[in-house]
């Protein structure tokens, strides 16, 4: 099947902006940069989570779903924007939530009520002490929640954190394309795409548009937020096998493809760190564009690490995939990172 051939629902405006850092690259010395602007996606300040939701969302509405069932974060983007969508399509939210619940709504959570979520359940961290078990009893949660939906006469419809992996590879695949199309009318081809990687759908999806319509020649760059890079590389090359064979395509992935970086992560998932602060403020004050600091924040900190370290060619076009955020800028939990910015006074 052909990528334009699988279902999908109209959630944005495509293509999204291509910017060139302009400043941002003479600050560094080189390469040459561009943002691929996936934050300026329309619905509740926009994100990744967009594209992969109209491949989710037209299947939602094949099986005739009332009520979408997901999960992520307390501060999660994915599920803000499900909410969102799901009101584009008259469909309701509900969502399992890992953590306490807050006691003031900041961030993403604040956006979820203001959406206007049929419901917001928490799985407290307190009671599983393992990430594996938190995810399991998480997971468990969404499925009890869809059960109880079914015996109200409801049609639910399960989204899992982040999309299925397969919306991610045809979401992504198809961003690649969108941006072959975008460089060739500025007469250049990008060598590299640098992405923050969650759950790794985004990134699959790169690697997927970079070997069919780039023969492979896009360098795809994953800077992991939480995982360890060969966890992400095996479920990213299972993702591939799995959307390969959806397409029905004659497809090798050849080994060494998968590039992901874990040493940006910090302390873990969410938790600040100098150089994510650093990236942000950076980014900010060079090119007026703003990051966040639990994705985009630290992907840009991994970037400009491997611009310091040579790992691109002064050169080479290397696009910054941005993949939104911005609500966590306004979370509680990272006000400690940039309140205690300095006021610069009357000048
Ligand atoms: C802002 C932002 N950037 C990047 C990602 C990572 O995307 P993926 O889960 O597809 O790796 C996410 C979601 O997890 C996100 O919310």
Same mark, same amino acid.
Request: with cysteine.
């Given at each position: 099947?052909?990528?334009?051939?699988?279902? !999908?629902?109209?959630?944005?405006?495509w293509?999204?902006?291509?910017?060139?850092?302009? !400043?941002?690259?003479?600050?560094?010395g080189?390469?040459?940069?561009?943002?691929?602007?996936?934050?300026?996606?329309?619905?509740?300040?926009?994100?990744?989570?967009?594209?992969?939701? #109209?491949?989710?969302?037209?299947?939602?509405?094949?099986?005739r779903?009332?009520?979408?069932?997901?999960?992520?974060?307390?501060?999660?983007?994915?599920?803000?924007?499900?909410?969102?969508?799901?009101?584009?399509?008259?469909?309701?939210?509900?969502?399992?939530l890992?953590?306490?619940?807050?006691?003031?709504?900041?961030?993403?959570?604040?956006?979820?009520?203001?959406?206007?979520?049929a419901?917001?359940?928490?799985?407290?961290?307190?009671?599983?002490?393992?990430?594996?078990?938190?995810?399991?009893a998480?997971?468990?949660? $969404?499925?009890?929640?869809?059960? #109880?939906?079914?015996?109200?006469? #409801?049609?639910?419809?399960?989204?899992?954190?982040?999309?299925?992996?397969?919306?991610?590879?045809?979401?992504?695949?198809?961003?690649?394309?969108?941006?072959?199309?975008?460089?060739?009318?500025?007469?250049?081809?990008?060598?590299?795409?640098?992405?923050?990687?969650?759950?790794?759908?985004?990134?699959?999806?790169?690697?997927?548009?970079?070997?069919?319509?780039?023969?492979?020649?896009?360098? $795809?760059?994953?800077?992991?937020?939480?995982?360890?890079?060969?966890?992400?590389r095996? !479920?990213?090359?299972?993702?591939?096998? #799995?959307?390969?064979?959806?397409?029905?395509?004659?497809?090798?992935?050849?080994?060494?493809?998968?590039?992901?970086?874990?040493?940006?992560?910090?302390?873990?998932?969410?938790?600040?760190?100098?150089?994510?602060?650093?990236? $942000?403020?950076?980014?900010?004050?060079?090119?007026?564009?703003?990051?966040?600091?639990?994705?985009?924040?630290?992907?840009?900190?991994?970037?400009?690490?491997?611009?310091?370290?040579?790992?691109?060619?002064?050169?080479?076009? $290397?696009?910054?995939?941005?993949?939104?955020?911005?609500?966590?800028?306004?979370?509680d939990?990272?006000?400690?990172?940039?309140?205690?910015?300095?006021?610069?006074?009357?000048?």
């Open positions: 099947m052909q990528l334009g051939q699988v279902p !999908r629902v109209r959630l944005g405006y293509p999204t902006p291509l910017d060139e850092l302009l !400043r941002l690259s003479r600050y560094l080189r390469p040459r940069l561009f943002a691929k602007r996936e934050d300026l996606t329309p619905l509740a300040l926009g994100g990744n989570k967009i594209r992969k939701l #109209e491949y989710a969302l037209a299947e939602a509405q094949a099986h779903a009332t009520t979408l069932v997901t999960s992520g974060a307390t501060q999660s983007n994915h599920v803000r924007l499900t909410i969102a969508a799901g009101n584009r399509l008259g469909l309701k939210t509900i969502a399992v890992r953590g306490h619940r807050p006691s003031a709504p900041t961030g993403n959570y604040l956006l979820d009520r203001m959406l206007g979520a419901g917001l359940h928490f799985v407290d961290p307190r009671d599983h002490p393992s990430r594996e078990d938190l995810v399991r998480t997971e468990a949660r $969404v499925q009890e929640l869809a059960e #109880e939906l079914r015996e109200r006469g #409801e049609v639910p419809y399960v989204i899992p954190n982040g999309c299925a992996p397969l919306h991610g590879a045809l979401a992504y695949a198809g961003c690649v394309l969108e941006m072959v199309h975008q460089f060739r009318e500025l007469g250049l081809a990008p060598h590299a795409v640098v992405t923050a990687c969650g759950t790794g759908g985004t990134q699959t999806g790169l690697v997927l548009g970079s070997l069919l319509y780039t023969q492979g020649e896009l360098r $795809v760059v994953g800077i992991s937020v939480s995982a360890p890079a060969t966890a992400l095996e !479920r990213i090359q299972r993702n591939l096998e #799995e959307a390969v064979a959806f397409l029905g395509i004659p497809l090798d992935v050849p080994e060494g493809l998968i590039e992901v970086h874990d040493g940006y992560v910090g302390p873990g998932y969410g938790i600040p760190t100098p150089e994510m602060r650093d990236a $942000v403020l950076l980014v900010s004050r060079t090119e007026g564009i703003l990051l966040d600091p639990v994705y985009t924040g630290k992907a840009m900190a991994g970037l400009v690490d491997l611009v310091g370290k040579g790992a691109f060619d002064p050169e080479d076009v $290397v696009v910054f995939l941005h993949t939104g955020g911005i609500p966590a800028l306004f979370a939990a990272q006000a400690p990172t940039f309140q205690v910015l300095a006021d610069p006074g009357e000048g």
